[in-house]
T-cell receptor
């Protein structure tokens, strides 16, 4: 059974379009995250979210917005896509932050976004 | 500002050798230091982790050495195998504060183990 899943695995789109990436976790976790991995493999936190709090990395453009329909899902919406948005986006989840179990994050397989 | 510095960027080791990857951090408020392993086309997966109250943690062939005073920690892979070839990331996270739990990653080390 897949613990953290993302769809689609590949996404190719034109500049200026709006797109979404879906993430689902079946681990019963309370906290979910989005990370961006650039072409040099650098992983950077974009958002962390639980049912009470959204923490936004200050460097993330407001064209990016996470939306959580329920505890098991955290989707990433991107408006007005730019060339620089091309990257691999990873969703992750963990148990409640502040608990010892909450330190371990489980990552999805990633979504490779290419903006043409 | 990069808060976790990782070296080397790439590493080639012969099968059976020892692979060593080093990381240094700046923020003394970090209290959790994991290493993640990433294979091509896959998401990172937790390999081993340590907290600053211990100086070493070993799990099978993988060992983390932690030096709190120097603000450094390292991953040692004993008896390296071709199947260990992957990109390794060190990371750190804060226990308290608004970004609690968010992992700050090093830039990664691409390890190649030659048969």
């Amino acid at each position: 059974d897949t613990a953290v899943s993302q769809t689609p695995k590949y996404l190719v789109t034109q500049m200026g379009n709006d797109k979404s990436i879906k993430c689902e976790q079946n681990l019963g976790h309370d906290t979910m995250y989005w990370y961006k991995q650039d072409s040099k493999k650098f992983l950077k936190i974009m958002f962390s979210y639980n049912n009470k709090e959204l923490i936004i990395n200050e460097t993330v453009p407001n064209r990016f917005s996470p939306k959580s329909p329920d505890k098991a899902h955290l989707n990433l919406h991107i408006n007005s896509l730019e060339l620089g948005d091309s990257a691999v986006y990873f969703c992750a989840s963990s148990q409640a932050r502040g608990t010892p179990q909450g330190d371990t994050q489980y990552f999805g397989p990633g979504t490779r976004l290419t903006v043409l | 500002q990069q808060q976790v510095k990782q070296s080397p960027q790439s590493l080639i080791v012969q099968k059976g050798g020892i692979s060593i990857i080093n990381c240094a951090y700046e923020n003394t408020a970090f209290d959790y230091f994991p290493w993640y392993q990433q294979f091509p086309g896959k998401g990172p997966a937790l390999l081993i982790a340590i907290r600053p109250d211990v100086s070493e943690k070993k799990e099978g062939r993988f060992t983390i050495s932690f030096n709190k005073s120097a603000k450094q920690f390292s991953l040692h892979i004993m008896d390296s195998q071709p199947g260990d070839s992957a990109t390794y990331f060190c990371a750190a996270s804060l226990k308290n504060g608004g970004s609690q739990g968010n992992l700050i990653f090093g830039k990664g080390t691409k390890l190649s183990v030659k048969p």
